[in-house]
Nanobody, 115 residues
Framework: QVQLVESGGGLVQPGGSLRLSCVAS????????MGWYRQAPGNQREMVAS???????NYANSVKGQFTISIDNAKNTVYLQMNSLKPEDTAVYYC?????????WGQGTEVTVSS
């Protein structure tokens, strides 16, 4: 089993920045990719960004150039740096880990972009 704990969400004004963190524990040796998804009210959960243990990244078109995902393998932590935030970025952000034995989700951290 893998446990994921997210942090870093909150209320931010449009144009502001936030950095989300997700720490993995448990059977971390099985993880080969980590990522962030988000779900806005009334919408389906969507992929935001992902990164492999080797550092290969993938981004949703909507956040390219705005968000940056990174991984610290020594700390088993994945980060999502979010800049130039817009009201449409408001959502619950979930961390996901993909492992050889299955996929795992965190509880989510809420991001609200509002003036």
């Amino acid at each position: 089993q893998v446990q994921l704990v997210e942090s870093g969400g909150g209320l931010v004004q449009p144009g502001g920045s936030l950095r989300l963190s997700c720490v993995a524990s448990g059977s971390i040796f099985s993880i080969y990719e980590m990522g962030w998804y988000r779900q806005a009210p009334g919408n389906q959960r969507e992929m935001v960004a992902s990164v492999t243990r080797g550092g290969t990244t993938n981004y949703a078109n909507s956040v390219k150039g705005q968000f940056t995902i990174s991984i610290d393998n020594a700390k088993n932590t994945v980060y999502l740096q979010m800049n130039s935030l817009k009201p449409e970025d408001t959502a619950v952000y979930y961390c996901k880990a993909r492992g050889f034995h299955g996929d795992y989700w965190g509880q989510g951290t809420e991001v609200t972009v509002s003036s």
